[in-house]
Every structure is written in C-alpha cells, then in structure tokens.
C-alpha cells in the first residue's frame, strides 16, 4: 500500500463540495482536517465521505491500494494551522466567504497556498480580505470532485508563482488535470454555464417547453452527458441561485440576474437531488 505524507489538506465546509474535496483527497492518501461549525453536518459529512470513497473506488476513479488517513472533523477553526494547503468550500456568499478566508489565512504559515473553491467570485476581491494575498489562489471543482478530474485553476492578479505551484501540486498528487485561466466574474466555466443554466430554467418558465423536453434537446443534439436542469439539480438550485447573483452583481448583464421560477424553487426548498426535488423529482 502507498500513501501520501507531503500534505496536510484543510477543508472548510463540510457541505456538498467540502465533503466531495475531502473523499477525494482521503481517495488519494492525503490526510484531511474538516472544519465546519455544526457537530451534525460534519457527522454527516463523515459517511457522506465514506461512501464516496467507496464509488470512486468501485468506478475505478480512486485507487484501491492506498490506505485512507483517517478523517479528523473540528468546528474549531485553530486546528488548521499546521496545514500545508487550505482549500476554502463554503457556501457561495461573498461576506461568509470573506470572514471564512480572513480568519483561516491568518492561521496557517506564510506560503501556505490558501484555495477558494468559488465559482464566480473573483479571486482578487477574495484575496483582499485574506491575511497574505499573495497565497491566495481559485481552484473550481467540479461535482463529484472524485468523478470529473478536470479543475478549473484560477491564478489571481496577486496569486504568486509558488502559491500557484503548490496548488498544482496537490491538485497533481490528487490525480487531477489542472487548466489554470485568468481573473474575472465565473472565470470560464460558470460565465457561461450559469447563464445556460438561467435560460434553460427561463424557458420552462414562459412555458415553451418542460424540464425533460429542455435536458433531452441537449443531450440529442448537443451531446450533453445529463442536460442543463438536471445539471442545475446536480449542483444545488440554491447555489445556482447565488452564482447567478454573485455574476449579475459583478457584471450587470441583466441575463444572470436569476429567473423567477429559479427563486420559487429555492423558496420552496426545493434545491434539486440533495432535497430530492428541483426541476426532476428523485423520490424519497
């Protein structure tokens, strides 16, 4: 069995993203330390780790020769500071995100690469609340992380050549194919994925056609693996939601300002697979 011990990776949120980053690293022999302030969630997320690790594995997407580490999850942000990497997966919030960076940032050793996991919000504006911008660096994930081994990198203005370079290492360690782009409202995959995601729902919306009628357009003609509203479903309507609102606050092009049938249903909790029901309706 072989096993990384180069890495001490800290996770900071233990929500859908948060739990997929720590599955894939615990895949991969990196040692995780999962921060969150709910005792209940990070219980949760602990078998929520678990089980991914075991698809990834059966899927042929984790190795099955390594020896996991085992999880360590605190709801005190102090146990971070020995870490050799901070990969930051809250909620897609510009203020939580801001405090959540500000704080962490100032805890670990300088040159710590210090890795947000927005998806739209410029890595700059983020990086200004952080205690050293310098080592702040954009890592978009994609869900599963265990799954699509593609991540968007995103090097800041202030993004450093060895903030950047210790990213890539670990993203290499982790097994996954980095492109690294430039700075900017949604960077490439979300400035127009969003939108996509914002007309798909819009049409539904006026009525032109439903949610199957929408997915299947795009699977037949375009070759989309699932389609854009169950792709939406996938990532949580909620957080949709406040990607669109984070790019239309941040460009003011009015096609992201998020639909109204988008809001109704996040309204009505219903945000898509992890509520089990959004646009599709995935039983109990």
Known sequence: M??????????LGAGVMGTGITALALGHGVPVVLVDTD????????????????????????PRDI?????????DLDAIAPATAVVEAVVELPAVK????????????PGTPVITNTSGIPVDELAGHCARPEDAVG??????????RTVEVIRGP????????????????????????GDGPGFVINRVLQRMLNESARI?????????????????????????????DLIGLDNVADSLRVLHERTGDAGYEPCRLLLDKVAAGDHGRKTGRGFFDYGS
Request: hydrophobic share 45%; with cysteine.
């Open 98 to 109: 801001a405090d959540v960076l500000a704080r962490a940032s100032a805890l670990v050793k």
């Open 139 to 148: 890592a978009h994930f994609m869900n599963p992380p265990y799954l699509i």
């Open 204 to 232: 539904v919306q006026e009525g032109i056609a439903g949610p199957e009628e929408v997915d299947a357009l795009f699977r037949g003609c375009l070759g989309h693996t699932t389609g854009p509203l169950a792709t939406a």
């Open 2 to 11: 072989t096993e990384q011990h180069n890495h001490l990776l800290a996770v």
């Open 67 to 75: 020896r996991h580490p085992e999880l360590r999850t605190v709801t």
């Open 158 to 181: 202030r993004s450093t050549d060895d903030a950047l370079g210790r990213t890539l290492a670990l993203l290499a360690d982790l097994d996954r194919e980095s492109i690294v782009v």
């Open 39 to 62: 005792e209940e969630i990070l219980a949760r997320a602990a078998q929520n780790v678990r089980r991914q690790i075991r698809q990834g594995q059966l899927l042929g997407k984790l």
